[in-house]
């Protein structure tokens, strides 16, 4: 109930200050949230993105010369 409320109450003040924008500062907003939500990584991405270091560091620690030599 209390979080249904605040929902509304968070929803209220958008649209109140969303009124205020001109329609050229829509339009940017607008549009700006379009082009991120395309281009937003996903879960995958971003774990990928951190395994990648750590993935080329283990290949050149397992398959380095200094590895064997030692």
């Known amino acids: 109930m209390l979080r249904k409320h605040l ?7 958008i649209n ?7 329609p050229t ?6 549009i ?10 996903s879960v ?3 774990v990928e993105f951190i395994q990648r ?3 080329l560091r283990m290949t ?3 398959y380095s010369e200094v590895h064997w030599v030692k």
């Open 7 to 13: 929902e509304n109450e968070k929803l209220h003040k």
């Open 44 to 46: 995958y991405e971003i």
């Open 53 to 55: 270091p750590m993935r």
């Open 60 to 62: 050149y620690r397992l």
């Open 16 to 22: 109140r200050a969303w009124k205020h924008l001109s």
């Open 32 to 41: 700006r949230a379009v082009w991120w939500s395309w281009e937003a990584p």
């Open 25 to 30: 500062q829509q339009a940017w907003i607008y």
